[in-house]
């Protein structure tokens, strides 16, 4: 039962646009969202997180948009940049920390 | 640099062998989690300590095994290996337990190849 679902394997994307990742749950209880980045060889980055109580948070270029009725969060990243290329995945955890349940990831590609 | 550290980089070995991975967690972080990410798959929880306690298993086989020491160092110890155990091991390190939230930081992994 995959409770983090990331329905997009991969996304291109044209340097100075939007990108925009999308990743669905299903798990009600869960009260901490987060974005993590990663690049071939290296573990995950920590980007950005949001509570549960929450619908939008925002770090630089990079927001995340919470929407609890539809399950469902999306990361933005404004303009993007060759240097975003890299997988994305999202997570979530519940009772404010601990282990993370993490989507499949999804590649995006910033094209010059 | 996340601060965690992970020993060895790559591991191959073969069937029926067993091997130990080592995570020296970020300063100051009391909890140590391991993950498994195999070919084309998002990363599985496998085991989480806080302060040398177990705190919470996920899919972990019983063939694998965890420890964290006084150090707060923490060791994954893999037997009887299968061709299926190939994969980039993580391990993360949070300072969850001190109050609010707390993202983990992962280390750089191990890649594990059984042949």
């Known amino acids: 039962d995959q409770q983090v679902k990331q329905n997009s394997p991969s996304l291109s994307v044209q340097e100075g646009r939007i990108s925009i990742l999308n990743c669905d749950y299903t798990?009600?209880?869960?009260?901490?969202f987060l974005w993590y980045k990663k690049y071939p060889a290296e573990g995950p980055t920590f980007l950005i997180s949001?509570?549960?109580?929450?619908d939008k948070n925002e770090d630089g270029r990079f927001t995340v948009f919470l929407n609890k009725s539809a399950k469902h969060l999306s990361l933005h990243i404004v303009p993007s940049q060759p240097g975003d290329s890299a997988v994305y995945f999202c997570?979530?955890?519940?009772?404010?920390?601990?282990?993370?349940?993490f989507g499949q990831g999804t590649e995006l590609s910033v094209k010059p | 640099d996340s601060g965690v550290t992970q020993t060895p980089k790559h591991l191959i070995t073969a069937t029926g062998q067993r091997v130990t991975l080592r995570c020296s967690p970020r300063?100051?972080?009391?909890?140590v989690y391991w993950y498994q990410q195999s070919l084309d798959q998002g990363l599985q929880f496998l085991i989480q300590?806080?302060?040398?306690?177990?705190?919470a298993k996920g899919n972990i086989l019983e063939r694998f095994s965890a420890q964290q020491f006084p150090d707060l160092h923490s060791e994954l110890n893999l037997s009887s290996l299968e061709l299926g155990d190939s994969a980039l091991y993580f391990c993360?390190?949070?300072?969850?337990?001190?109050?609010?939230?707390?993202?983990?930081?992962f280390g750089n992994g191990t890649r594990l190849t059984v042949t």
């Open positions: 300590y806080y302060n040398g306690e177990e705190r």
């Open positions: 300063s100051g972080d009391l909890s």
């Open positions: 798990n009600s209880m869960f009260d901490y």
């Open positions: 993360a390190s949070s300072e969850e337990g001190r109050g609010g939230f707390s993202p983990l930081h």
């Open positions: 949001i509570s549960s109580i929450k």
């Open positions: 997570a979530a955890s519940y009772n404010q920390g601990g282990k993370l349940i």
